[in-house]
């Protein structure tokens, strides 16, 4: 790959300090919808970072590594913590420390000498991989195997676990299947709300028990897995009351937001993915000199936090044409706005489960609000917006 495009799209933050609010932020993409980019990975001695469409990492780094994207690819081994957000997540290299990865769908085939927190709509962990500490895992199908040294902890709808456990085996799911041959060292606890047939050559150090035969101690160990299952609508929750601000507090922004993208939603979605793919080129151009390195940050930190609310801005204006279509020239109140809102991401979250057309339906919507708030915020369209209070020089967020 040639250096130049190697080097596109890519920041680099040197400290351990920045890893922990940029991982916040970067949870923003677990919605996966990123525009597309083939981008390179680049060693360094200390932390690495980096964020687009199409993220690879391709050599070593000497410590932490956060990478963010709609596709992301670990292939070169990290030597402290990885952590990894986007649509699509594959570790394939060795990590030297823990794992956390988020994404629609999750392969881990590595080598991980700490411990693994994974989650996502499928979450799949080859035979061939070791973990050496211990695994939590949350997401709609999981499929564990390998070996593990520490504890298995997995909720999900379909559950297959296999290899070898050495701790603990804890599952919260619909259904459970456990292949032969699979090794436990502690004790397999589980709760299903289908019959488990368990196979006749499966080896448990410390026995078998249903959900309906724990203790009152036992109990409270399942409390983690339940909250684990919640986190996704505790998700939508977080879009939901970001939908609410919008539709509240800046609602003059937020009907600009559908006035900019009017009846020409290509063209927002055209400004939303130039926006999209050029501003991590930004970062870069000004990353590579030293005064320009605190601004650089700020960039790549504010890109981040703008695609979540980007895929809330997607949504509303959704919403709102499917109101103008209902009730041709009547005003939407912010409460039929919000309803209509909850109906979208409701229809999206049931659309994102399908394998390809979910994920061009969440890019469509992020491309839409990001571009409905870059042409919002450049003043687009000139006239005056009913009920927008846009004459004048007014605060382009009220």
Not at 263 to 277: C, E, N, Q, T, Y
């Amino acid at each position: 790959m040639p250096k130049e495009q190697s080097m596109r799209s890519t920041a680099l933050i040197t400290g351990r300090r920045l890893l922990g609010p940029l991982l916040c932020l970067a949870g923003g993409c677990s919605t996966p919808a990123l525009a597309a980019g083939d981008l390179g990975g680049l060693a360094i001695e200390d932390d690495y970072f980096q964020a687009g469409g199409s993220v690879r990492l391709e050599q070593t780094v000497g410590g932490d590594a956060l990478l963010a994207g709609a596709t992301v690819e670990s292939n070169a081994s990290i030597s402290g913590d990885a952590s990894l957000a986007g649509g699509q997540v594959a570790v394939r290299a060795t990590v030297g420390q823990d794992l956390y990865a988020v994404a629609g769908q999750v392969e881990v085939d590595a080598l991980v000498q700490g411990n693994a927190r994974l989650a996502g709509g499928r979450v799949r962990i080859t035979p061939e991989s070791s973990i050496a500490g211990g695994v939590a895992i949350a997401g709609g199908s999981v499929d564990a195997e390998g070996e593990f040294g520490h504890y298995l902890t997995v909720a999900g709808g379909d559950v297959t676990i296999g290899g070898i456990v050495y701790g603990d085996v804890r599952v919260y799911a619909e259904r459970l299947t456990v292949l032969p041959g699979t090794r436990i060292g502690g004790a397999l606890r589980y709760r299903t709300t289908s019959p488990v047939q368990l196979p006749e050559d499966l080896e448990v150090g410390e026995g078998i028990s249903r959900d309906e035969d724990r203790t009152a101690a036992a109990a409270d160990d399942w409390g983690g897995a339940s909250a684990a299952r919640g986190a996704g609508w505790f998700w939508f929750a977080g879009l939901l009351a970001l939908g609410l601000l919008l539709a509240y507090a800046f609602a003059g922004f937020s009907r600009r937001t559908t006035a900019a993208l009017g009846a020409r939603p290509w063209f927002g979605m055209v400004v939303g993915l130039a926006v999209l793919a050029g501003v991590p080129f930004l970062a870069v151009a000004l990353a590579i000199t030293l005064v320009g390195l605190p601004l650089a940050l700020i960039l790549v930190l504010v890109y981040l936090a703008m695609l979540i609310g980007a895929y809330v801005v997607g949504a509303l204006y959704l919403g709102d044409r499917a109101l103008e279509v209902l009730r041709p020239g009547q005003p939407a109140s912010a409460g039929r706005r919000l309803l209509a809102l909850l109906l979208v991401l409701l229809l999206l979250a049931l659309v994102g489960g399908l394998p390809l057309l979910g994920s061009l339906a969440r890019l469509a919507v992020l491309l839409l609000g990001m571009g409905g708030i870059v042409l919002a915020l450049w003043g687009w369209p000139r006239a005056p917006v009913a009920g927008s209070h846009s004459a004048g020089n007014v605060n382009p967020f009220l």
